[in-house]
């Protein structure tokens, strides 16, 4: 019997979907679009997923006397549609929702710490040594999402702005701009409004690769977006270890999520808020693939202790 595990990890822009078995062996890791309720299409996401699942269901088959022991789940997701999909392609596995800071801590089997997440949107969570979690942010793109990727694309993307929408700067911030969505000009932009006159938030966030591009040709406007979103991060964290009641220091902090492939663009900035903060803090490697995490967190569920997930992830975060 081939006991396997399927970890699905969403967000904003990606949808990620790992199965492994018991021994931590890689069967696949597939990638899709969006799976936030708040950004997806209902059909179009149901036929993404299935279509990632199918792919899943081939590596099952392919295994001796292969079980799917649990299905891990973590991320904004369309929960309810979620389970729905599940229940007609995996009946009777059982399913364990885990929250995205967890699974950062899970990865370097940390039982307390804290985990600042940056992807598409940014959150925290903090869990002391008693067991006790608390939570920041989270508020969405209206309300929130300080040093997302979401929030370095909007903040670029307005350093660029000029009244005309025309006037570009001939610099490689405007070059990033143009290159990744095809335009010439800002009021291409608006052609990729939705039907309600929105730009879609991952539109924005998938800026943000673009901006770091710009920042390593060391334009300042794009350096100082990543610069404050690194800013913004610590503070984020900050306040909610603060209300955590932690007993000891250092605390772990593990940064979680794609905006952290920025590496020191945003991380010393970062790093430099906190020790203004006078709370000291151990920092763990940004987890810029978190289903390896959720993998790990989901093992740990079924009492196996997850020793190459660390690994594994050190591989594939440097895509």
């Known amino acids: 019997m081939t006991d396997l595990f399927l970890a699905i990890e969403g967000g ?25 309720p708040l950004y997806i299409d209902v059909d179009e996401f149901r036929v993404m997923l299935t279509g990632l699942l199918a792919k899943v269901q081939h590596h099952i088959e392919a295994q001796p006397n292969p079980v799917l022991q649990a299905i891990g789940l973590a991320g904004p997701l369309d929960r309810t549609l979620l389970y729905e999909i599940l229940a007609e392609i995996f009946p009777d596995v ?25 992807g598409t949107g940014s959150s925290c969570r903090a869990r002391n040594e008693t067991g006790a979690w608390c939570s920041g ?8 999402d300080e040093g997302s990727a979401y929030w370095i694309g909007k ?6 702005a000029r009244p005309d929408g025309n006037s570009f700067y001939e610099n490689p911030l405007a070059r990033a701009f143009r290159r990744c969505y095809h ?3 800002l009021w291409d932009l608006l052609k990729l409004r939705d039907r309600n006159g929105h730009l879609p938030v991952h539109k924005v966030a998938q800026f943000t690769p673009y901006v770091l591009e710009a920042a390593r040709e060391g ?38 999520g794609g905006v952290f492939h920025c590496g020191d663009f945003v991380l010393e900035p970062m790093k430099q808020t906190l020790r203004a903060g006078k709370i000291t803090f151990k920092h763990y490697p940004p987890v810029t ?29 440097q895509s």
């Open 183 to 185: 335009a010439d000009n």
């Open 137 to 144: 942010g989270g508020f969405g793109p209206q309300f929130g």
């Open 289 to 317: 693939d978190p289903c390896w995490g959720l993998m790990a967190w989901l093992l740990k569920q079924y009492g196996h202790r997850a020793t190459q997930c660390q690994a594994h992830h050190g591989v594939s975060g």
């Open 12 to 36: 904003g822009s990606n949808t990620r979907v790992l199965l492994m078995d018991a021994r931590e062996n890689i069967l696949t890791l597939e990638r899709g679009g969006p799976s936030s």
């Open 219 to 256: 334009d300042p406007l794009a350096l100082d977006t990543l610069a404050d979103a690194g800013r913004a991060l610590a503070r984020l964290v900050l306040d909610t270890t603060r209300r955590c009641n932690f007993t000891t220091q250092p605390i772990p902090l593990a940064p979680s």
């Open 155 to 160: 903040t670029a993307i307005s350093k660029l």
């Open 94 to 118: 059982p399913v364990h929702l885990s929250s995205e800071g967890e699974i950062a801590l899970a990865l370097y089997q940390l039982e307390a710490g804290v985990s600042v997440v940056a």
